[in-house]
Every structure is written in C-alpha cells, then in structure tokens.
C-alpha cells in the first residue's frame, strides 16, 4: 500500500502514527504540540530521517543545532544523541519520521493524551 506521507502528516492529530512498513524502512507521522520536545535519545540500532511538512522546530544532533522548517531534511544516524524540537509558541510541528531498519509495529498509534 502507498501513502502520500505529507498528506498524511499534515492529516495526523496523534503525536506518532505509524503509516507504512516494508522489510527494511518504516514511515511514520508525527505532530508535535508547540514547545514539545522529543527529549534527548539515543538509538543504536537504527538510522531516523526526520522531514518537515508544517511548522518550525529545531532538531539537535550530536550536540549539532539545526533549525528546521517546511521541507527540511535530517538524517539522524544510528548511535547519534538528538532531539526533535517544536519551537512554536502556538502552532505543531508535523513531521514524517522514516526509521530503518522498522522499530515499531505495523499499525502502532501513540495519541496525544498518552504523552
């Protein structure tokens, strides 16, 4: 099955939508409240590549500060310390989030309220 990511990023209310799934990549959605971080992680085992729909945030790579808005693309490489930032004080941050190798199941959905 094929998604329009940005169609679905820009449709997405969740905090983090998983879209799509193959064997070795996976897509996700997110939308991040205003002032939300991701937090500082780390994650050995896979590569991210975090893409902006709408809104404007910062995202920090190994101690690397890049502000990032509509269009903007970041590889997070497996291993590295980062962080995703929205820093809107009133509008979200809609990403799409490839990870590959997958790291969630297929249809998991992380609402908003969870967080």
Do not use: W
């Amino acid at each position: 099955m094929s998604h329009d990511l940005a169609v679905a990023a820009l449709l997405n209310t969740d905090y983090k939508r998983v879209v799509q799934t193959t064997p070795t990549t996976q897509a996700t959605v997110m939308c991040m409240r205003p002032q939300a971080a991701i937090g500082s992680e780390v994650h050995a085992d896979y590569a991210q590549t975090v893409c902006v729909v709408a809104g404007n945030g910062l995202v920090v790579v190994d101690g690397l500060l890049t502000a990032v808005g509509p269009g903007s693309v970041v590889l997070i490489p497996g291993g590295a310390q980062h962080d995703v930032r929205n820093t809107h004080p009133t509008h979200m941050l809609r990403l799409v989030v490839l990870y590959s190798p997958p790291k969630f199941p297929p249809d998991m959905v992380i609402k908003q309220s969870e967080l």
